[in-house]
Structures are given as structure tokens and as C-alpha cells.
């Protein structure tokens, strides 16, 4: 089975900060890699697919890279908005999430 | 617009059954991948079961042999049958429509299963 494992944890931040979460997985995924946001009682909700596409509607201070085993979501300038918990999951061989990683108000 | 609601969700005791419900629209379940994802109270994302357009289903280690997930395409809608249920599958069950990069584009509000005595 392929693991996802998601750093920080925890992320403390302000608005306007440039923030950057990693995930990393344990054998080569090339870049069947996507990012979901998720708030407390909400479905997550899709931000980034294959690694590095932007879905339709979601905005432009989203933006993801990486292949193989190493990837980063980066939020450009933190909105109030964004502060959630944010996952990544692997789709090279069926499915899995990273644990998560809490993005909070600093 | 695509929506998937899912339904039957309750309390249960271990080691009874449920079956759940997605019904979907905007779309045909029958061309497309669906899965079951779940959420333990607290916890992370944990994915379930997949069946695919061809009807193949696929299922996580730890409810192998316990869960399957079918469809009825007249009707439009997935189900998990659930049995010999443990503590441990207390979540919020979401299912999911799996785009063809292998995530998930559309997901339903999920449905509560607690499983306790």
C-alpha cells in the first residue's frame, strides 16, 4: 500500500502569508496527486489535480507542484477564508489520504 | 448540476448491518467511478470502496469481506452494504464521483454511522 504522509501537522499563520504544506508519499505516484480543502461539517473540497491543475472556480493563490514522491500546495497570500484543514491523496494505485494538516489562524 | 446525496446512515450495534444510500443526478452513476470515503469523528480522510464503470468494485483492507458497494443504474444511485460492523467504523460516510485523474470532483454531505452497544 502506498502512504501519504503530510507536513506540518499543524501550520500557525497570518493573513497575507505565503504558506507552503508537503506531502510525501512512499513509493513513485509520477503525478497522480491531488489537494482537497476541507472545513469543519463540509465534504472536502477539491483545490489541485495532477499535481499541479487548478479545478474550475478555485482561486488563483492555489497552486501545487511536485512529481514522484514529493509534492507542495502553496497558498500565495492567505486569505481569511482559507483557514481549514487541507489533505492530499494519491490516485497511482487505488487511493490514499495524507493524515492532514491544519492551517490556523497565528 | 451534479449532486450526490447520501442516506442511511444511524446507530448501530456492533456487529449488525446497514446499507447506504447515494443517490446521484446531474450525471449517470453507470459512466462513471464512484467511491465510498470516510471520516472517523476527529479524524482523517480514509478511503473505502471504488466501483467502477464496468461494475469491477475494489475495496480498503480493513473492510474487506465486510462492505460491498454496488449500483442501480435505473435509479441512479450507489450503495454500501455494511456488515459485522465494529466500533471502529463509526464515520461519516461520503461518497464521491472519481474524475479521470483519480480524484474526487463531486462529493455528497456524508451520512453519520456510529456503531456502539
Known amino acids: 500500500d502506498i502512504q501519504m504522509t503530510q507536513s506540518p501537522s499543524t501550520l500557525s499563520a497570518s493573513v497575507g502569508d505565503r504558506v507552503t504544506i508537503t506531502c510525501r508519499a512512499s513509493?513513485?505516484?509520477?503525478?497522480?496527486l491531488a489537494w482537497y480543502q476541507q472545513k469543519p461539517g463540509k465534504a472536502p473540497k477539491l483545490l489541485i489535480y495532477?499535481?499541479?491543475s487548478l479545478e474550475s472556480g478555485v482561486p488563483s493563490r492555489f497552486s501545487g507542484s511536485g512529481s514522484g514522491t514529493e509534492f507542495t500546495l502553496t497558498i500565495s497570500s492567505l486569505q481569511p477564508d482559507d483557514f481549514a484543514t487541507y489533505y492530499c491523496?494519491?490516485?497511482?494505485?487505488?487511493?490514499?489520504f495524507g493524515q492532514g494538516t491544519k492551517v490556523e489562524i497565528k | 448540476e451534479v449532486q450526490l446525496v447520501e442516506s442511511g446512515g444511524g446507530l448501530v450495534q456492533p456487529g449488525g448491518s446497514l446499507r447506504l444510500s447515494c443517490a446521484a443526478s446531474?450525471?449517470?452513476?453507470?459512466?462513471?467511478?464512484m467511491s465510498w470515503v470516510r471520516q472517523a469523528p476527529g479524524k482523517g480522510l480514509e478511503w473505502v470502496s471504488i466501483?467502477?464503470?464496468?461494475?469491477?468494485?475494489y475495496y480498503a483492507d480493513s473492510v474487506t469481506g465486510r462492505f460491498t458497494i454496488s449500483r442501480d443504474n435505473f435509479k441512479n444511485t450507489i450503495y454500501l452494504q455494511m456488515n459485522s460492523l465494529r466500533a471502529e467504523d463509526t464515520a461519516v460516510y461520503y461518497c464521491?464521483?472519481?474524475?479521470?485523474?483519480?480524484?474526487?470532483?463531486?462529493w455528497g454531505q456524508g451520512t453519520l454511522v456510529t456503531v456502539s452497544s
Open positions: 464521491a464521483r472519481v474524475a479521470g485523474s483519480g480524484c474526487y470532483g463531486a
Open positions: 446531474g450525471f449517470s452513476v453507470s459512466d462513471n467511478y
Open positions: 466501483i467502477y464503470n464496468s461494475g469491477t468494485t
Open positions: 513509493q513513485n505516484i509520477n503525478r497522480w
Open positions: 495532477k499535481a499541479s
Open positions: 491523496q494519491q490516485s497511482n494505485s487505488y487511493s490514499t
